[in-house]
């Protein structure tokens, strides 16, 4: 099974959906490294990361898989992507 860090698009709708959201907030999107803990860095928190993923599930046709992700060892862009299931 294919997943969304596997082809690197993926990586770019999830830094697109998030930079989307820290404008709509009127904070600047900086650079974004896909393996620096979103929540640790104050990009976003718990709201914003869902809104992050619901925005990735209609712009990608793929479903977040939260059994997928083990947010205890943070939250990143790469793990985010890997935790998206393929359209089936």
């Known amino acids: 099974m294919m997943n969304l860090a596997s082809d690197g698009v993926p990586l770019m709708v999830l830094a697109d959906a998030l930079a989307r959201r ?3 907030e009127g904070r600047a999107a900086p650079k974004l ?3 620096i803990d ?3 860095s104050g990009l976003v928190d718990s709201q914003a990361l869902l809104d992050v993923i619901l925005d990735v599930e ?3 046709g ?3 898989d939260a059994d997928g992700m083990d947010f ?3 939250v990143t862009l790469r793990r985010l ?3 998206f299931a393929a359209p089936a």
Do not use: W
Request: glycine share 10%; hydrophobic share 45%.
């Open 62 to 64: 793929r479903l977040f």
């Open 38 to 40: 979103l929540i640790e």
């Open 81 to 83: 992507a890997a935790a």
């Open 22 to 24: 820290l404008r709509q």
């Open 58 to 60: 209609g712009e990608s």
């Open 33 to 35: 490294d896909a393996d």
């Open 72 to 74: 205890e060892r943070g």
